[in-house]
Every structure is written in structure tokens, then in C-alpha cells.
């Protein structure tokens, strides 16, 4: 549900309410209508928006709205390599999860501004084993930001490249590394006959 005024025949959305108290104006926190006997909250309006795909968003900031929270962000983590050693079969280690907030960042913001979001992407996975090493280990992933204009508010690092593998003997996979936000977990460390797996992008959640 959503408030709008019409102003000089034009629907616009109000950044805020205010209401005439005893000659006094005063700012309107909260807005109900009764719609069929349920209350319902119009202004300011509630939300979330998560973003889960590598790319760049433009983000605008609704109505009546003067503060977000940063609920969770990762960078992409980085991709997993395969290993190999003298001949023997040693799995690569596993790709590391993006650097994380898993605690709630809360920011000042104006109503109808825009914010940037950058998702970082994931780390390719190492391939094409060869004697002694990975012939190519597997890649970082890239930052995940928040930005006014130029300025970054937030920011969260991809994770590392990774390199290395078991001293074992032994053909198996190992799952990358999490870090609690469901974003930007590392790629499997591959076995010595296969690939690295590929590392998730990152991602943001906003609420309101």
C-alpha cells in the first residue's frame, strides 16, 4: 500500500506528513488506514530489497524514509583450485568466503535519493592439474559496495585467491568456506583429477 497527494494535478509522493495539533504543526511518525477491518501501516511505507546477482544497482529511497539498515553484505568469495603433487592425487584446498557484515549497519538517508550497490562476483575456480602445482589456482572474488554518488558508505572485500592442497593421498572435494550471510561462500576445493569449484557472488539486504 501506498500514499500519494495530488498536487496542482499532479500525483506525488510525500517525503513527509505533518499535522496541525492545538496551532502547533507536528511531524506524522506513523500513518493507518482501516482497510476491511484491518490496519494497515501506509506511511512510512516498510520494506526489503536483497541483492544477490554480480552487477551494479541503483538504489532510490522511499518515501518518508530517513534511515536504512544494512542488514548483511559479503563480497564474493574465491574460487576453490584442484591440486596435484609428485604424481600423487592431493585435492585443493577450498576457495575462502568474502569478507562479511553479519550484524546490522544502520545509516542516515534522504527520501528519493539514490544509492549505488555493487555486488561482488565470485572467484573462478582453478583448473587443469599438473605435476607439482594447480596450473592456475583459483581467482579473488571482487568487493561488494554501497556508494552515495562517489563516496562509498560500505564496502566488504572479495575473498582471496587460493592456492594449495592436502598432503593426502586421497581424490575428494572439500566445500568452500561460509561466512554466515549466505553470500560470497568460497568454491570447493576440487580433487586432483577435476576443476576448483566456483566461488558465489556476494550481496546486500536493505530494510526500511
Known sequence: MRLSVKHSGTIKDPNELYVKDAGT????????????????????????????????YSFVVPQGIFSL?????????????????????????????????????????????????????????????AFQA????????????IKRGATVLYTRSGGPAVSGYFYSGSDFVTPGQTNGTGYGTGGYGGSCTGNGGN???GGAKLSW
Request: charge should be negative; proline fraction near 6%; charged fraction near 10%.
Open 134 to 145: 594447480p596450473q592456475r589456482i583459483g581467482t579473488a572474488g571482487t568487493a561488494t559496495q
Open 199 to 201: 566461488a558465489l557472488a
Open 69 to 129: 539498515s544494512l542488514d548483511k553484505m559479503s563480497g564474493g568469495g574465491g574460487g576453490g583450485p584442484s591440486g596435484y603433487h609428485s604424481g600423487d592425487c592431493h585435492s585443493g584446498f577450498p576457495g575462502l568466503s568474502g569478507e562479511a557484515y553479519t550484524t546490522a549497519q544502520s545509516f542516515a538517508v534522504t527520501p528519493g535519493e539514490t544509492l549505488t550497490v555493487v555486488v561482488g562476483a565470485g572467484g573462478i575456480g582453478g583448473c587443469c592439474w
Open 25 to 56: 504543526w507536528k511531524t506524522v511518525t506513523n500513518l493507518y488506514v482501516n482497510d476491511a477491518g484491518v490496519w494497515k501501516q501506509v506511511f512510512p511505507p516498510t520494506g526489503t530489497q536483497e541483492y544477490t546477482t554480480a552487477g551494479t
